[in-house]
């Protein structure tokens, strides 16, 4: 027999699996990170410079060094292109690059870019990039996916990490994977938990950062802020731009 849906289980649906999971929101961004060979950068000289074999803050400074003249040029092009399409006065925006590192602010967003050595592998190079989008940016979404392309991995939320119980997070989780499925992945060394969706999104808890990171199985842009609606946390602190007003 087929039974009715009730309004307060049909109100259960629509929740998102995250709405019992609160934490204090400090930042908010969208993040991929591109990683290459030293030796392949163009400014690395054979026969002058020495590939690193050690993780080390000397090396990943030799690392900022050689990719200045590459981040200066990746800023210029992305500040050139926001002009465009957003049809704003430099005195309207900011930018700068110094030592490897570089952003774009404008009233909308906000476009950095940080190079380091990798500390999995120290002879490959590591560029973050995060795109933070601002209060209103909705009304320049056209403008905003014209300038960044796909190269982002996730979506990630800084906060407080002292908020957070460990135990009581796997808990949450847990209950999420009872109720919509999915698997659990625990690194309770990394004091990290992931929740893994049945559609293979991933949602990972990295308590020593202070991050929840989600990622939806592809690189993409602000495709992957509109994937994030359905998963919205119970955010307190900082308002979130990220996410649609109810």
Do not use: C
């Not at 050595?117 to 320049?140: C, D, F, H, M, T």
């Amino acid at each position: 027999m087929t039974g009715k849906t009730s309004e307060a289980d049909a109100d259960d649906e629509k929740l998102s699996p995250l709405a019992d999971v609160f934490f204090s929101l400090r930042q908010e961004y969208l993040e991929g990170i591109e990683t290459g060979t030293i030796r392949s950068l163009t400014a690395f000289q054979r026969g002058v410079h020495k590939v690193p074999d050690v993780f080390s803050d000397k090396n990943s400074a030799f690392v900022n060094r050689l990719m200045t003249d590459d981040v200066q040029s990746e800023l210029e092009d992305f500040y050139k292109r926001s002009k465009k399409a957003t049809r704003l006065r430099r005195r309207d925006m900011q930018v700068g690059t110094e030592f490897g590192d570089g952003d774009l602010d404008a009233p909308k967003f906000r476009y950095s870019v940080h190079t380091r050595q990798s500390p999995e592998n120290p002879a490959r190079y590591e560029i973050v990039r995060r795109l933070e989008l601002k209060k209103g940016w909705r009304k320049q979404r056209e403008a905003i996916d014209l300038i960044f392309a796909e190269d982002y991995e996730r979506l990630v939320f800084e906060t407080d990490a002292t908020d957070l119980d460990y135990d009581d997070l796997v808990d949450r989780l847990e209950d999420i994977e009872e109720k919509h499925g999915g698997h659990v992945d625990e690194e309770p060394g990394n004091l990290r938990v992931s929740w893994v969706a049945p559609n293979r999104s991933r949602l990972t808890f990295d308590l020593k950062a202070g991050r929840l990171e989600m990622s939806f199985g592809q690189r993409g842009s602000l495709d992957l802020v509109d994937a994030a609606q359905s998963l919205r946390p119970n955010l307190g602190g900082k308002a979130s731009a990220l996410f649609k007003d109810d």
